[in-house]
């Protein structure tokens, strides 16, 4: 049993910042990728940001130079942090990971409950 569990989340003004963090626990062999998604009402799920093992990043376009991803791999946990957050960055944030667990070889990916982030005045 693997669960991904994200902290963080809340209400910010325009401008401001927020750091989320996700810790991944239970019978993990191994994580590969680790990354953050968002989903806004009404709209599909999509890639903010991810991160492999040895630390090389991947941005979405719409958040370069805002957010930044990172991760301990010693405590299984990824981070994000934005900075400079606009309105349109108001969406349900969602930790995702690739893992091998002790029962399977077989990578899968788990994925987290989501964290609000409602960024308004």
């Known amino acids: 049993q693997v669960q991904l569990v994200e902290s963080g989340g809340g209400l910010v003004q325009p401008g401001g910042s927020l750091r989320l963090s996700c810790a991944a626990s239970?019978?993990?062999?191994?994580?590969?990728?680790m990354g953050w998604y968002r989903q806004a009402p009404g709209k599909e799920r999509e890639l903010v940001a991810s991160?492999?093992?040895?630390?090389?990043?991947n941005y979405a376009d719409f958040v370069k130079g805002r957010f930044t991803i990172s991760r301990d791999n010693a405590k299984y946990t990824v981070y994000l942090q934005m900075n400079s957050l606009k309105p349109e960055d108001t969406a349900v944030y969602y930790c995702?990971?690739?893992?091998?667990?002790?029962?399977?070889?077989?990578?899968?990916?788990?994925w987290g409950q989501g964290t609000q982030v409602t960024v308004s005045s």
């Open positions: 995702q990971g690739r893992m091998q667990t002790m029962q399977t070889i077989v990578f899968n990916d788990y």
């Open positions: 991160i492999t093992s040895r630390g090389r990043t």
């Open positions: 239970g019978s993990i062999f191994s994580i590969t990728d």
